[in-house]
C-alpha cells in the first residue's frame, strides 16, 4: 500500500514539474472567470428545513504590460438565495492592477453601476489580492481573497433612502486565458 502512495506521489510531483512553465503570464489580452459559491443547509427537528446559497462569479478583461501594469474592466453577477425566494443582481467598473514577478497582484475596481434586487443606483469599490500560475504559456489558474464595498442610493420600495452600503470579503477561485 505504502509503495502505491509513493508512486503516485512522485508521479504528481512529476507532473506538476512538468506542467510548470512561470508564474506571471506574458504582456496580452487576459480575460479570467472567478467563482465564488457558498451553501448551507440547515435541519431542525422539530421544525423544518432551510437551505441558502450565495453564487458571485466574476469576468474581467483587460491588457497586462510588460511591466505586470493591468489595465480594464470587470463585470459580476450574483444570486442569493434563500428557501423559495431568489436575488440577483450585477456590477459594472473599471479595472487597474499590478502582476509580480511571482504571480502574486493586487487588482482595484471603481464600480460605476450596480443593482441588487430592488437596491439601484449602486457605486463602490473592489479590491482583489491574489495568486495565479500559469499551466502553460496561455491558461492560468489562481486563487484570490476579495473586498468589496458598494453603496445604493435608490429602492423603489424605500421612498425615502439615503443609502443601503454593503461591504463583503470572501474567496475566489480564478480561471483564465492571456492571448
Excluded at 43 to 61: E, Q, W
Excluded at 102 to 113: D, F, K, R
Excluded at 120 to 146: C, H, I, P, R, S
Aim: charged share 15%.
Amino acid at each position: 500500500m505504502s509503495k502505491r502512495i509513493m508512486a503516485i506521489s512522485v508521479l504528481l510531483a512529476g507532473s506538476f514539474l512538468g506542467v510548470q512553465v512561470n508564474a506571471k503570464p506574458s504582456s496580452g489580452v487576459m480575460s479570467s472567470l472567478n467563482v465564488y459559491s457558498y451553501s448551507k443547509e440547515t435541519n431542525d427537528s422539530p421544525g423544518g428545513d432551510s437551505k441558502m446559497s450565495t453564487r458571485v462569479y466574476d469576468i474581467k478583461l483587460g491588457y497586462i504590460g510588460a511591466s505586470g501594469l493591468y489595465l480594464g474592466g470587470m463585470y459580476t453577477t450574483r444570486s442569493d438565495e434563500s428557501g423559495s425566494s431568489s436575488t440577483d443582481g450585477n456590477a459594472l467598473g473599471a479595472s487597474i492592477g499590478y502582476i509580480g514577478e511571482a504571480g502574486v497582484y493586487i487588482m482595484g475596481h471603481y464600480i460605476v453601476s450596480a443593482k441588487f434586487g430592488d437596491y439601484k443606483e449602486g457605486t463602490g469599490f473592489k479590491a482583489d489580492l491574489g495568486y495565479l500560475y500559469m499551466l502553460n504559456n496561455v491558461v492560468f489558474v489562481g486563487a484570490e481573497l476579495t473586498y468589496r464595498s458598494i453603496d445604493y442610493k435608490k429602492n423603489d420600495s424605500i421612498p425615502n433612502l439615503d443609502s443601503h452600503k454593503v461591504s463583503e470579503t470572501f474567496p475566489m477561485l480564478s480561471v483564465g486565458v492571456v492571448f
